[in-house]
């Protein structure tokens, strides 16, 4: 398997401009996450899916921010409008569910967002 | 709720040197432990885990216990070397309550040659 696929690996766009991300998670695995990380924040949870559904968006900053995933092997993470403080690394991970939990979490190569 | 705590960071070694990043944890439940390992430009990878007291994960030259008595999962490696500079993640997972892993802050490891 290919693993995490993200695309773009870099953006760079001008404030009030819509950003899309996009996520293609590994075959089989039925959770997806989307992460953000910056310098001041660490690594912060934005909202994670389990077989396509969202379950827990409490980590999306604002209104701005929304997610889908359509389909198993595609997800988007939208931001419109951009703001300069929306730059980071969002990183895009998916994991088989178990009976317990979550386990182990595969993270893509991540999007640079630079917002200008 | 959970929490994960790690040393700040930046850790710089020379290159053979001892290597120890601390990290304690708060979780209601049994937790699984993780480390994760992040190289410049990418994502995330796990390093090792354990899944029950007094269990050891090993990888890569890398170790961790999982001490319940004074919860914590210190990761350490007895000679590291110049690849091995990275960021490394502490992170934890109960089954009770959240079933997502929580993350520590991260470490920075800087190896000199």
């Known amino acids: 398997d290919a693993g995490v696929i993200q695309s773009p690996r870099h953006e760079v766009t001008e404030m009030g401009q819509e950003v899309t991300l996009r996520c293609k998670p590994i075959?089989?695995?039925?959770?997806l996450f989307w992460y953000r990380q910056t310098m001041m924040r660490g690594l912060e949870l934005l909202i994670y899916?389990?077989?396509?559904?969202?379950?827990?968006d409490s980590g999306m900053p604002e209104d701005r921010f929304s997610a889908k995933m359509p389909n198993a092997s595609f997800s988007t993470l939208k931001i419109q409008p951009s703001e300069p403080r929306d730059s980071a690394v969002y990183f895009c991970a998916s994991s088989y569910g178990l009976a317990g939990g979550v386990d182990t979490q595969y993270f893509g190569p991540g999007t640079r967002l630079t917002v200008l | 709720g959970n929490s994960v705590t790690q040393m700040e960071g930046p850790v710089t070694l020379s290159e053979e040197a001892f290597l120890t990043i601390n990290c304690t944890y708060t979780a209601t439940g049994y937790p699984s432990l993780f480390w994760y390992v992040q190289y410049p430009g990418e994502g995330l990878q796990l390093l090792l885990k354990?899944?029950?007291?007094?269990d050891k994960g090993s990888n890569k030259g890398f170790e961790a216990t999982y001490r319940k008595e004074t919860t914590s999962f210190h990761l350490e490696k007895g000679s590291v070397q110049v690849s091995d500079s990275a960021v490394y993640f502490c992170?934890?997972?109960?089954?009770?309550?959240?079933?997502?892993?929580?993350f520590g802050r991260g470490t920075s490891l800087i190896v000199h040659p």
């Open positions: 899916f389990n077989n396509n559904v969202p379950i827990d």
């Open positions: 992170a934890l997972k109960t089954s009770g309550g959240s079933y997502i892993p929580t």
């Open positions: 075959s089989g695995h039925d959770y």
């Open positions: 354990a899944t029950k007291a007094d």
